[in-house]
C-alpha cells in the first residue's frame, strides 16, 4: 500500500520543493510546557483530585494531544512528500521510514507497559491483550459499551496510531490547494459524527473514542502546520491591537463554554460542541505558541521542569494507571486512600509516576529514539525532533 499511493498517486506537481526550506521545527519548549500542563490535567482527573466543573482540564487535554499530533505528524509528513518529489523512483522509502520511526517511538513503554500488566496480574491486560497490542482498543471499547477501568486510557493510543497510519492517504495524496477545504470538511465531519451518535442515541463510549468523533482534533493540528508552513502565522502580531485583545478573549470564552458544554446531560445534541469549541482555544494557545509567547507566561512555559514533564508525558500516559492499580491496595493498609490522608496519596503516585517515566525516558525511550534517527535519518534534510509527537491520556 505504502509504495503504491507514494509513487502513483502524487500529484503530477508537487508544490513541496518551494516551501521545503520552512520545513524545519526547530525545537520549543513551550510546546513542552504544554503538554505538562496537559498531562497534569489527566493526571488530577485520574488520580482523584477534586476540580471545580469550569476547571476541569482532562479532557481538554487529551484533545491538546490530538491537536498537536496532527500538527506535527502533517510536518513530518510534507518532509516525506518533498523527499518523494526529489526521488519519485524511491517513494516506498522515505514513507516506510516514516511508519517505523511512528513504531519505534510509540511502540516500546507500550509494550513494556503491557508485559508489566500481565505479568503483575492485571486480568484486563490479559483478557484485551491482542487488542491492546494491535492498537484496536478503541473499536474494542465502543463495542463493549463500558470502561475496562485498568486499561481505560490506551483508547487514546490507540487513536493515535490509526491517526499515523492514515494520515499519509490525505497529506501525500492532497494537493495543496485543496488542503484547506478538506481540513474544513474533516471539523465539521467530526461535529457531525457527534451530533448523529446523541441523536440516535448511540453509546458515549462510541462518541468519544473512535477516530471518527476524534479526527476534527487532529485537523484543526494541521491547519495550524498550514499555517505555519505558509509564513501566516507569523503575521499574527502584525493584527491590529484590537484584534489582538479579542483573540484571547475569545479563546478563553470557548474554554470555559467547553467546561460548562460538559455538564450537559448525555442526550443533549448541544453536548457535541463541547470538543469544537475546545479546539478553538487549542488552536488558539499552539498558534501563540509556536509563534512565541513572551513575558511572564513565556517563561512559564519554558520553565525547566515543566518542560521536562512534558517531554516524559508519554511515559506518564502508558504507565500511570498501572501505578494506580498496583500501588493503591499498599498505600490503603497504611490508611492512606482517597479519603483518608489524600494529599499524601496523590503525592506518592505522583512520585512513582515521574520515577517511573523518567527512567522510561532515559534508558528506553532515548536509545530508541536514537535509533529510530540512525535509521530513518535523512540527508541532507535535518530530522524532526525526538520528542515531537504527543501522546493523549483520558478515559472521560
Known amino acids: 500500500m505504502a509504495s503504491s499511493f507514494a509513487t502513483t498517486h502524487l500529484p503530477e506537481r508537487v508544490d513541496v520543493p518551494s516551501i521545503r526550506p520552512r520545513l524545519k521545527s526547530p525545537y520549543q519548549p513551550q510546546l513542552d510546557g504544554l503538554r505538562a500542563l496537559a498531562i497534569m490535567g489527566v493526571l488530577f482527573e485520574h488520580f482523584g483530585v477534586g476540580m471545580p466543573t469550569l476547571l476541569r482540564c482532562g479532557p481538554l487535554g487529551v484533545r491538546f494531544f490530538f491537536v498537536l499530533t496532527g500538527y506535527f505528524i502533517t510536518l513530518s509528513l510534507w518532509r516525506v512528500q518533498a523527499e518523494i518529489a526529489q526521488n519519485p523512483e524511491g517513494g516506498f522509502l522515505p514513507l516506510g521510514r516514516y511508519y517505523l520511526a511512528r513504531l519505534l517511538r510509540i511502540g516500546p513503554p507500550f509494550y513494556l507497559a503491557l508485559l508489566i500488566g500481565a505479568v503483575f496480574g492485571i486480568e484486563e491486560v490479559r483478557t484485551n491483550f491482542i487488542w491492546l497490542a494491535t492498537f484496536q482498543a478503541n473499536n474494542h471499547f465502543a463495542f463493549l459499551g463500558y470502561w475496562p477501568g485498568s486499561i481505560a486510557h490506551f483508547w487514546s493510543l490507540a ?55 476524534c479526527v476534527d482534533s487532529f485537523a484543526v493540528g494541521a491547519l495550524i502546520a498550514y499555517l505555519k508552513e505558509s509564513k501566516r502565522l507569523q503575521n499574527l502580531p502584525l493584527l491590529s491591537p484590537t484584534i489582538l485583545f479579542a483573540l484571547p478573549l475569545a479563546a478563553f470564552a470557548c474554554f470555559f463554554l467547553g467546561r460548562a458544554l460538559m455538564t450537559l446531560s448525555e442526550n443533549n445534541v448541544w453536548l457535541a ?34 518542560v521536562y514533564l512534558g517531554r516524559i508525558s508519554y511515559g506518564v500516559y502508558v504507565y500511570h494507571v498501572f501505578i494506580i492499580i498496583l500501588v493503591s491496595p499498599l498505600l490503603a493498609t497504611y490508611g492512606i486512600t482517597e479519603i483518608h490522608a489524600s494529599i499524601a496519596r496523590l503525592a506518592i503516585l505522583l512520585t512513582l509516576t515521574i520515577a517511573l517515566s523518567s527512567f522510561s525516558w532515559h534508558y528506553l525511550e532515548q536509545p530508541f529514539i536514537a535509533w529510530k534517527n540512525d535509521l530513518t535519518r535523512r540527508r541532507p534534510a535535518p530530522t524532526p525532533a525526538a520528542h515531537s509527537h504527543a501522546f493523549p491520556v483520558l478515559a472521560r
Open 273 to 306: 460542541l463541547t470538543e469544537s469549541v475546545d479546539e478553538i482555544f487549542l488552536a488558539w494557545l499552539l498558534a501563540m505558541s509556536i509563534t512565541g509567547v513572551k513575558g511572564r507566561y513565556g517563561a512559564i512555559l519554558s520553565w525547566t521542569p515543566l
Open 159 to 213: 487513536v493515535q496510531e490509526q491517526f499515523y497510519m492514515l494520515w499519509p492517504i490525505v497529506v501525500l495524496t492532497l494537493p495543496r490547494r485543496w488542503f484547506i477545504p478538506a481540513m474544513a470538511a474533516f471539523i465539521l465531519f467530526g461535529l457531525g459524527f457527534r451530533i448523529f451518535c446523541i441523536v440516535t442515541e448511540t453509546s458515549t463510549i462510541t462518541r468519544w473514542v473512535t477516530l471518527f468523533g
